[in-house]
């Protein structure tokens, strides 16, 4: 499952990217909001106690910028947010960081490319091998503080 969700500033990117995600396989929940505004720090909450819960696999967190998410997101165990706004970027993050949260603003990209990133993200595969030392390492630092 994909959990999906946006604060105030990001309504419009999150019906655009739900309606594309409609049209193919994936099993998609929304977790707000509908267009009231919210603080995103809550709406991060939220979406990544699916994920640590185990009840979805990766999440879309939509705001403004994308940033004020992914900096909420990331202080979440387990959740290695990224925040993208280029195809390379949105696959990277996929095979070297095994990133389960992608972040973007709607006020940054247009819906089109948006949708692309998404598409590439759920995607692309986690490489393994070397990265996955260097993400136990981004792990063992969460552990630790
Ligand atoms: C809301 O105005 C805006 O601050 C928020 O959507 C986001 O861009 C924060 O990072």
New binding site residues.
């Given amino acids: 499952m994909i959990v999906i969700g946006c ?4 309504v419009s990117l999150k019906k655009a990217i739900m309606a594309h995600l409609a049209e193919q396989k994936w099993d998609l929940v929304d977790i707000g909001t509908d267009g009231a505004p919210c603080d ?1 720090p809550d709406v991060a909450k939220s979406l990544c106690e699916k994920i640590q819960s185990g009840e979805a696999e990766k999440g879309i967190l939509l ?3 994308g ?3 992914s900096m909420a997101a990331n202080k979440m165990k387990g959740i290695r947010a990224a925040v993208c706004s280029d195809g390379f970027s949105a696959r990277y993050t996929r095979l070297h960081n095994d990133a389960n949260v992608l972040c973007m ?1 709607e ?1 940054v990209i247009g819906a089109g490319l948006a949708l692309e990133l998404v598409d590439i993200f759920l995607e692309t595969p986690f490489e393994g091998g070397r990265h996955k030392r260097r993400v136990d390492l981004i792990t063992a630092l969460e552990n630790n503080q």
Avoid at 7 to 10: E, T, V
């Fill in positions: 604060d105030h500033a990001a995103y705001c403004g910028t940033i004020g998410m603003g006020r």
